[in-house]
């Protein structure tokens, strides 16, 4: 996840606590400290991955690892997961692949997740931030070329920005709470808006998991912690988020290696637009210059329909030097034959 304008929720007076923490906006930091004073399952999540990354390091002897050594690892790769190896939607969100790209992740992770931890609970939580990555992984899927390989954890860090939005949302309906997290909401505005600009602009985000996440921790969100607030929600409001994400999850896996590769099909397409341009340029000079076009010889050669050619030629002709058709001719575009 690259970087961003500072995000904190620290509050001058962190002591505020009781009917006061509703009533004065800046007193989510205390509200949730309140409810929560220690996180249990952030700093666990940032091990991990730290972890990971540290045996990669030390099995590898690199510092910054190559594709081929992400797919061996897990790296969410589309063959791979069509040929069966779903578990990469789950492992490829524990993966980094040079030390900037983690420190920023876990950076953010540790800002924002201790605030949805609070927020939700750690079992809670826990699944919201799994759920997110896999949600971050089946997004990135169907932009993803199918030769290129995708890690990290700002799929499930965009998740839990998603699960933010959508209780700051919910809350707006109501003027205390609205108010409480006025300032929250701004900043995680900014915090989206920048680092998908980001994504969009330089080589190698993989943007469609930060979508993925984003809209998938907004769906979590709604249906888990809409009013977190208030108070922890509980534990199996979970269930229909598990079943929907399993779902979507099958179904994109299943598809991964079948889908059109979008990326490669759109180079396709440019380079038969290039030639055939090239090939239609080329025509024109060689009618201006009175030679036969590579459509003439390849006609006269076969013997089909020499005199017509000719025709048409002298049609082409009258049309490049005087922008009008021949008198007597008309020039007919022939349609392919359906095919089913």
């Known amino acids: 996840m690259p970087s961003a304008p500072t995000f904190s929720l620290h509050h001058p007076d962190p002591d505020i606590e009781g009917d006061d923490a509703i009533d004065r906006p800046a007193s989510l930091r205390a509200l949730l400290h309140a409810r929560q004073p220690r996180v249990f399952v952030t700093p666990p999540i940032i091990a991990v991955n730290t972890a990971v990354y540290v045996t990669m390091v030390v099995a ?10 992400l797919v061996r ?9 069509g040929g069966g190896e779903w578990w990469r939607l789950l492992t490829a969100m524990w993966m980094h692949i040079h030390p900037l790209h983690i420190v920023l992740n876990l950076v953010f992770l540790w800002q924002l997740g201790a605030v949805v931890e609070r927020l939700l609970g750690p079992r809670q939580f826990l699944i919201v931030y799994l759920l997110s990555g896999v949600l971050a992984a089946v997004g990135s899927l169907q932009v993803q070329a199918r030769s290129l390989v995708s890690v990290g954890a700002s799929g499930a860090i965009f998740g839990i920005v998603g699960v933010l939005l959508a209780v700051a949302v919910a809350a707006r309906r109501d003027r205390r709470l609205g108010a409480l997290m006025n300032d929250l909401w701004v900043r995680l505005l900014a915090l989206v808006a920048y680092n998908l600009a980001i994504g969009f602009v330089l080589p190698g985000i993989d943007n469609g998991a930060h979508v ?28 229909i988020p598990i079943v929907l994400t399993a779902a979507l999850a099958v179904a994109a896996a299943i598809r991964a290696d079948d889908r059109v590769d979008i990326q490669a099909e759109m180079v396709r397409v440019e380079r038969m637009t290039t030639r055939a341009d090239a090939d239609y340029r080329a025509a024109l000079t060689d009618i201006a210059a009175g030679r036969r076009t590579p459509a003439e010889r390849h006609r006269r050669h076969r013997g089909h ?25 008309r020039i007919v575009a022939r349609s392919p034959r359906p095919s089913r």
Do not use: M, N, Y
């Open 73 to 81: 690892w897990g790296g969410q790769f589309p063959p791979a997961i």
């Open 212 to 239: 993925g996440g984003l809209v998938g921790g907004f769906a979590l969100g709604w249906l888990v912690a809409h009013d977190s607030l208030q108070a922890t929600p509980p534990l199996r409001r979970t269930l």
């Open 60 to 69: 590898t002897g690199q510092i910054a690892f190559s594709p081929q050594t």
């Open 305 to 329: 329909g020499a005199g017509r050619g000719a025709r048409r030629a002298g049609a082409w002709r009258h049309l490049a030097a005087h922008g009008t058709k021949a008198p007597g001719h």
